[in-house]
């Protein structure tokens, strides 16, 4: 990865804190997204007992998760505790009073405070682009995975707001749009860390506003500001806003101006051991040569 383009956690976890209260209310997308991951569960044979929500945010995926899960426990993780408590408190105050509400975990997706083995159902809802390193990130899901564990995620693919990339001036230095990985890659990734039987598809949204400033206005409610590490650092954004705009005009269409989302959907299971005829477990040794 470009240095210029890697995640600065602490940027990310200011930006979410912040964005706590104006996230559910600007998040349509996201909100869809996960509505339409958490439809995939429904033709995947799996009853998991412990269940890790990567990335919780808001809590938007807590209802169908204990919807279709009911007996299992539910673990949400986020790197922001104010989105964290903000979830918890927007919980029904009954749910609440009764301990009904899933065990939360602040944390990092690349470093996950959980012990090995610990979860049979890892979900992660458009998180993942908020990572210096996919490979790590899957390394940790993986560990924290039982044998037969599913690991089912959604993220951004390089089509994502290909438009306000595009319309960035050409003498701009600074980063201001997040490099996606594409999905042929996070496959080649699944199967590294060691999953199985990977499955990845894509689907293109296209949201449509009245001027730039107002796609601007939804990625700061939801708390996608810019994190990388080659941002500007100083008040310079109105020449660069008013080149954007300018560029951005070009792609109006109907009077509305639109931003892509490539959203990428993948899942994968941890393998099971395996093992012999008289069911001891098959360890597969390596010859090294030393020559």
Not at 165 to 194: C, E, N, W, Y
């Amino acid at each position: 990865m470009n240095p210029e383009y890697t995640i600065d956690k602490r940027a990310v976890r200011r930006a979410f804190d912040r964005a706590a209260t104006t996230y559910d209310a600007a998040a349509v997308l996201q909100h869809e997204v996960c509505r339409r991951s958490l439809e995939r569960l429904d033709f995947i044979r799996h009853s998991p007992s412990r269940i890790l929500d990567a990335g919780s945010g808001t809590g938007n995926a807590w209802p169908g998760l204990t919807r279709r899960y009911p007996a299992a426990q539910l673990f949400a993780l986020d790197i922001a505790p104010g989105m964290l408590r903000h979830a918890r408190a927007s919980q029904p105050w009954l749910r609440r009073l009764l301990g009904r509400v899933p065990r939360l975990v602040c944390g990092d997706l690349e470093q996950l405070p959980l012990a090995g083995a610990s979860v049979d159902l890892a979900w992660s809802s458009l998180a993942l682009q908020w990572v210096n390193s996919l490979p790590r990130a899957f390394a940790e899901m993986r560990r924290v995975l039982a044998p037969g564990g599913l690991f089912l995620f959604t993220t951004f693919g390089p089509d994502t707001l290909k438009e306000l990339r595009a319309a960035q001036p050409d003498a701009d230095a600074h980063t201001r749009v997040s490099r996606f990985t594409d999905m042929h890659d996070i496959g080649d990734m699944l199967v590294k860390a060691g999953f199985a039987d990977p499955v990845i598809d894509m689907e293109m949204f296209t949201l449509t506003y009245d001027d730039v400033r107002a796609v601007m206005r939804d990625l700061q409610a939801i708390g996608a500001r810019n994190a990388t590490a080659g941002r500007p650092r100083t008040l310079s954004a109105r020449a660069w806003l008013s080149a954007v705009e300018r560029n951005y005009e070009r792609l109006r269409h109907d009077g509305k101006l639109p931003a892509t989302f490539e959203v990428i959907y993948g899942h994968a299971w941890k393998p099971l051991p395996r093992t012999g005829p008289g069911g001891r477990p098959v360890i597969d040794i390596k010859a090294v040569d030393h020559g």
